[in-house]
Nanobody, 115 residues
């Protein structure tokens, strides 16, 4: 089983930045891939960014050039650096761990961007 604990959300003005953190209860190397998803009110949950065990990354088109996913293996933590925030980035951001047969989710952290 994998437990995920997220932190770092908050209220920020447009153009601002935040760093979201997701700490896992298992080694990142035991997990196929980790990702960040978001869900805005009335919308479906969508992939924002992901990083594989090997370190490959991918991003949603809407966040390319503004968001960066990274990891600290020693701390079992994955980060999402969110820059140049826009009001449309407002959502609950969820950490996700693909452990193969099972996918785990964190509890979510709210990001609110004011215009």
């Amino acid at each position: 089983q994998v437990q995920l604990v997220e932190s770092g959300g908050g209220l920020v003005q447009a153009g601002g930045s935040l760093r979201l953190s997701c700490t896992t209860s298992r080694s990142i190397f035991s997990i196929n891939a980790m990702g960040w998803y978001r869900q805005a009110p009335g919308k479906q949950r969508e992939l924002v960014a992901a990083i594989t065990r090997g370190g490959s990354t991918n991003y949603a088109d809407s966040v390319k050039g503004r968001f960066t996913i990274s990891r600290d293996i020693a701390k079992n933590t994955v980060y999402l650096h969110v820059n140049s925030l826009k009001p449309e980035d407002t959502a609950i951001y969820y950490c996700n761990a693909d452990a193969g047969a099972i996918v785990y989710w964190g509890q979510g952290t709210q990001v609110t961007v004011s215009s």
